[in-house]
């Protein structure tokens, strides 16, 4: 069971990473395969359209396909069902011609007279939220096929066996979550399969365009400024890794969990997101090699906070940091000392995400004392964590939000969960760091 469409895509993004760095194009079938599309898209960099096909279903069952059409113009008909049902000629040249027309209207409204970005010699991701009999999915691929695309790929949550049989005979790759012998109606496999309204897809595409237009720009300007950094902390030294990618607005800073350092592959990841998106980072030591041995000093929060407080106050005076809104994202314990140094950095902090973190950790009263908007994001099987944090939300008094990632342990180790929280913890941080006011 997928969760809702946006599940569907984050899943599906992490079964086509192997595709990122190449020449991608994602093309969504839409209503409902924009919105799984978008994920893709998003996690992959790549751009996102539409490609429009249309059902034509029996005149008298509408949710059964007799074949589909194109905005190309192609047809694909069903010939057993036409036959099996005894469906006149007239009868489905009318559908065809009645889709015809609903697919001019899309385009219309979709596109806004803008054209098709240019299909040839990419990799062509196609996507839809799931395939019954596959008739709309083998028109586009159909279709798609005659612009001579490098490789193209169908990606799909959910079909049955006979259905992904006969797509992989029209692509390069098929990419299907789920394939069940036994298949019903595609909602059956979703908790929440709402219909999709046009005014959806319109805003997803223009987001995706805008999103589009700033990874191209960001791509052609330098890289990210990346500098090695020691940060003083009363008697000891700490290194850093500090990023800024240029016309950065804010930047967060990592509290890694206990046992970890600023080379946590995890935290590591959520920060590329965060830089795709325009945010500087800057992970660090929270203790030395030395302290790190000492088990009692990983669950030190007071001593934790101190240290994150210190880096705090040397960004903020260093050249880079200047004029840069500042926000801490924590992971366990580290999640603790992130909500502590928050309470006592007021407003300084603009806004603070827990990753799997120990929010009961930071006391009663530091909660309460939280000014900054903060992101609790727990993995769904983490069930005892998911209850202290539970406890730590009814503290905090800033505005809050928990968000639970389905089929995610403790250290979101499963296929497409820490996609999810680099995608949560990207949009909470692209929300609330606005600039530091410069005084």
């Not at 049955?160 to 595609?186: Q, R």
Request: proline residues 5%.
């Amino acid at each position: 069971m997928f969760r809702d469409r946006k599940d569907a895509g984050v899943k599906l993004a992490a079964a086509l990473r192997k595709y990122r760095g190449e020449d991608l194009v994602v093309l969504a079938l839409p209503r409902g395969g924009v919105v799984t599309a978008r994920e893709i898209a998003e996690f992959l960099g790549a751009p996102l359209d539409v490609f429009i096909v249309r059902k034509l279903g029996v005149p008298w069952q509408p949710e059964l396909a007799m074949g589909a059409v194109s905005e190309t113009g192609q047809v694909v008909l069903n010939d057993n069902i036409i036959s099996a049902y005894n469906i006149p000629r007239e009868q489905v040249d009318r559908a065809i011609s009645t889709q015809k027309k609903e697919i001019e209207r899309r385009l219309q409204a979709y596109r806004k007279g803008m054209k098709r970005m240019p299909l040839k010699g990419k990799t062509v991701i196609v996507v839809d939220d799931g395939i019954a009999t596959g008739a709309t999915m083998k028109a586009a691929l159909s279709a798609i096929r005659e612009e001579s695309p490098g490789k193209l790929v169908a990606a799909v949550p959910v079909s049955p066996p006979e259905t992904c049989d006969a797509l992989k005979l029209m692509t390069d790759d098929l990419v299907c979550l789920e394939i069940h012998p036994f298949f019903t109606a595609i909602g059956s496999y979703y908790y929440d399969f709402e219909q999709v309204q046009d005014e959806e897809v319109i805003r997803i595409l223009e987001e995706m365009a805008r999103t589009g237009r700033r990874e191209t720009a960001s791509r052609s300007e330098d890289p990210p400024k990346s500098s090695d950094v020691i940060i003083s902390a009363d008697s000891v030294t700490l290194e850093g890794d500090l990023q800024i990618p240029r016309g950065a607005r804010g930047v967060v800073i990592f509290a890694h969990g206990s046992g970890s350092s600023r080379h946590s592959p995890r935290n590591k990841f959520v920060a590329h997101a965060l830089r795709t998106e325009g945010l500087g980072t800057l992970l660090f030591d929270l203790l030395t090699a030395r302290e790190d041995t000492l088990y009692e000093r990983r669950f030190d929060i007071g001593l934790l906070t101190e240290r994150l407080i210190a880096a705090t106050k040397w960004l903020k005076k260093s050249p880079e940091g200047e004029g840069l809104a500042i926000g801490y994202f924590g992971a366990s314990t580290g999640a603790a000392a992130a909500l502590r140094a928050a309470s006592i950095m007021g407003t300084e902090i603009g806004a603070v995400v827990s990753r799997g973190g120990r929010p009961d950790l930071t006391g009663d009263e530091a909660l309460r004392n939280v000014k900054a908007p903060t992101l609790l994001i727990v993995g769904g099987l983490d069930r005892l964590v998911i209850e202290l944090n539970r406890g730590a939300l009814e503290s905090i008094r800033a505005e809050k939000k928990m968000e639970i990632v389905p089929g995610a342990t403790h250290l979101f180790e499963e296929p497409g969960t820490l996609e999810e929280v680099a995608r949560l913890a990207t949009g909470w941080f692209a929300r609330c760091l606005q600039p530091a006011v410069k005084r």
